[in-house]
């Protein structure tokens, strides 16, 4: 069954541009976690939160990714880390055109 990962934590930034441009290594990375099927970058400056939405083909690629990530993050000196792992209704995901697929 698909799998949602949300994940948000406090940051300073980089924002916007300056965001993609320093941290596209770490994305290529991201991209190649076994069990992902996308991710959605997120950034709010005026919260001074960002993260990521991520779809995963199960709930176990899920959960090991966020034990790497969150080392990951906390490794970088972020804290406060705030993870959601969701399963995914995917007869109403696609009945509401919910992008499933990688």
Partial sequence: M???LQIDFPTEGPWGEQMAAAYAEL???ISRTPGLRW???T???EDGISG????FDDESSARAYLAEHTARLS???IS???A???DVNETLTATSRGPLSA
């Fill in 80 to 82: 406060d880390i705030r």
């Fill in 43 to 45: 950034e709010r400056e």
């Fill in 84 to 86: 959601l792992v969701l």
């Fill in 52 to 55: 990521g939405i991520y779809l």
């Fill in 75 to 77: 490794s970088f000196g």
């Fill in 2 to 4: 698909p799998t949602l």
């Fill in 39 to 41: 991710k959605i970058w």
């Fill in 27 to 29: 994305a290529d990375l």
